[in-house]
């Protein structure tokens, strides 16, 4: 073989090679995309149903006007975006905040019995199933996409072609990342 020949034969397979890479890096960058639209559909589900489960404990526990208020205003911040770290925190704190409201519902016996409440308390659970469960698709392709952009020789690629890497959604509060101390006692 001469050496025109072999030149071109390796020009042939980095070039293929080049365009391999780029358009791993594109289509797990639209894989990121993907599964945040996700959590934002997620989301905004979470968000719409938040008014009427308010509604429905204001009409029991109406002196606790500090806590609709701050639920209103996470709704708001929540539907307004925000990066996915801005996201995450306010995620986590509706959480807070929904879990304070559902503990004043534990003190209304007869909101616990209202068949709305409980349909809206059904609800929402279900999407916070599914928020989990579009998070951790959306953290394993950010992992995937980011691997690719750190690695070796896609690296050389994605830093040509300004790939960046993306943000986990993470849990903000450290101390919900804390493990629990259990200890058993014994009674003597």
Sequence with gaps: MSLGVILLVAIVVIGGYLVYAYNALVKNKNLV??????????????ADLIPNLVETVKGYAAHEDKLFRD????????ISGG???????????????????FAIAEAYPELKADANFRD????????????????????GA???????????????????????????????????????KVEFNKAS
């Design 142 to 180: 950010v992992r995937n996409f980011n691997t690719m952009i750190e690695s070796f020789p896609t690296n050389f690629i994605s830093g040509f072609f300004q790939f960046t890497k993306a943000e986990f959604f993470e849990i903000g509060d450290q101390a919900a990342r804390q493990v629990p």
């Design 33 to 46: 995309a993907e599964g945040w639209s996700g959590i934002d559909v997620q989301l905004r589900r979470r």
């Design 71 to 78: 639920i209103a205003e996470l709704r708001a911040k929540s």
């Design 83 to 101: 990066s996915v770290s801005e996201q995450s925190q306010v995620s986590q704190a509706m959480t807070g905040m929904l879990g304070r409201l």
């Design 120 to 139: 809206l308390q059904d609800k929402l659970s279900g999407i916070e199933d599914e928020i989990q469960l579009s998070r951790r698709y959306y953290n």
